[in-house]
């Protein structure tokens, strides 16, 4: 089964409102996880990671945080913006070498004007 | 730079039918990967590769063989086409593991 999902399937918000994307993962191991974004008809885009060691990392409108006691990840967008409208995943390691990810399913993300 | 190429873009198969789903990228990655992605779905992991003449299998191999001669290509096999497979197929790439680079897909129907 997997180790890696998502709360919610899809998320509408009014442009500029700050988005919050969930995940939740189950292998207590994993100590690499990244947040990529998927256009219709694109690949996944890398957006931002973060190390076990961390609990927050920030990037450009976009923080992760990690609550390793609950084994939580979430993806928070500030004033989100018609082309953040995408899929969401997280995704963590398959081992602790690092060497390939498993991906959750997915949140959709439709932002209006 | 390229990235990660994909070729075709788009097949249509018969059932039984083998065709090689071509990936090369041209960042000098160490690590490749081929992951399936089926309508509403997130990826599923088939193969992956850590270097030249190393290949793993991932979630979901069955049906599929890749090989790795070179550091720059990565091509998937699928031997003998079932509608199963109907899905789109993405090849990643990445150094020792970190962020991918993923390519734009390859979306194949098996009828």
């Known amino acids: 089964g997997e180790s890696v999902g998502l709360h919610l399937p899809t998320l509408s918000v009014q442009e500029g409102d700050n988005s919050i994307i969930n995940c939740a993962y189950s292998n207590s191991a994993s100590d690499y996880f990244i947040w990529y974004k998927q256009e219709s008809g694109k690949g996944p885009q890398f957006i931002i990671d973060i190390r076990s060691n961390m609990d927050k990392r920030q990037g450009q409108r976009v923080t992760v945080l990690l609550n390793k006691t609950v084994k939580h990840l979430s993806l928070q967008i500030a004033a989100t913006q018609p082309g953040d409208s995408a899929v969401y995943f997280c995704a963590e390691n398959i081992d602790q070498a690092g060497t390939a990810l498993i991906f959750g399913k997915g949140t959709t993300l439709s932002v209006s004007s | 730079n390229a990235g990660v190429t994909q070729t075709p873009k788009f097949r249509i198969l018969k059932i039984g039918q083998s065709m090689t789903l071509q990936c090369a990228q041209d960042m000098n990655h160490n690590y490749m990967y081929w992951y399936r992605q089926d309508p509403g779905m997130g990826l599923k992991l088939i193969y992956y590769?850590?270097?030249?003449?190393?290949?793993d299998k991932g979630e979901v191999p069955n049906g599929y063989n890749v090989s790795r001669s070179t550091t720059e290509d990565f091509p998937l096999r699928l031997e003998l086409a079932a509608p199963s497979q109907t899905s789109v197929y993405f090849c990643a790439s990445s150094f020792r593991g970190g962020g991918y680079t993923f390519g734009s897909g390859t979306r194949l129907t098996v009828v």
């Open positions: 590769s850590v270097g030249a003449g190393i290949t």
